[in-house]
């Protein structure tokens, strides 16, 4: 996992409620501006991330929070936190399913991910998003259109 720059870290705790997927994208993209990013692949991320955590990790109650920095080497990351221990699995592929599709588009668009624990109880879900050549948006453009 990552080391966080601390100078870079930001953090917001959002209601477990459908409308918190919006305020972490705008969170997101606020973070990626600053640092002068294109945020476009990292407010997908954190759009599929808090919905996740929203739905299934703090749906019994509970904050999630979402962090935001620069690692040692400068790539940006994405945190999500919520209370759930069970960690999310990527379903196989299902073209008829009208869901399912989150974390196929997280490992398309994030360049690692992964699940830790939180000692309190819970889990962090995080990716690394480093922002894209065009020739590797365009690869992953054709990701996207396969899902």
């Known amino acids: 996992m990552e080391t966080a720059v601390e ?75 919520d209370r759930s ?6 379903p196989p592929p299902n073209h008829a399913a009208e869901s399912g599709r989150g974390l196929f588009l997280v490992e398309q668009l994030a360049d690692q991910w992964g ?4 000692n309190e109880g819970g889990k962090v879900v995080w990716a690394v998003i480093t922002p894209a050549a065009p020739e590797r948006r365009a690869l992953r453009g054709e990701a996207l259109e396969q899902a």
């Open 85 to 90: 221990p069970e960690r999310p699995v990527v």
């Open 7 to 81: 100078s870079t870290a930001e953090t917001t705790v959002l209601p477990a409620r459908p409308e918190a997927v919006r305020s972490a994208r705008r969170f997101v993209g606020a973070a990626f501006a600053r640092w002068g990013l294109d945020d476009s692949a990292a407010r997908l991320v954190v759009s599929e991330l808090a919905t996740n955590a929203v739905t299934h990790g703090s749906a019994g109650g509970g904050p999630v929070v979402v962090r935001t920095f620069l690692s040692e080497d400068g790539n940006p990351v994405i945190e999500v936190w």
């Open 115 to 118: 699940v830790r624990p939180l």
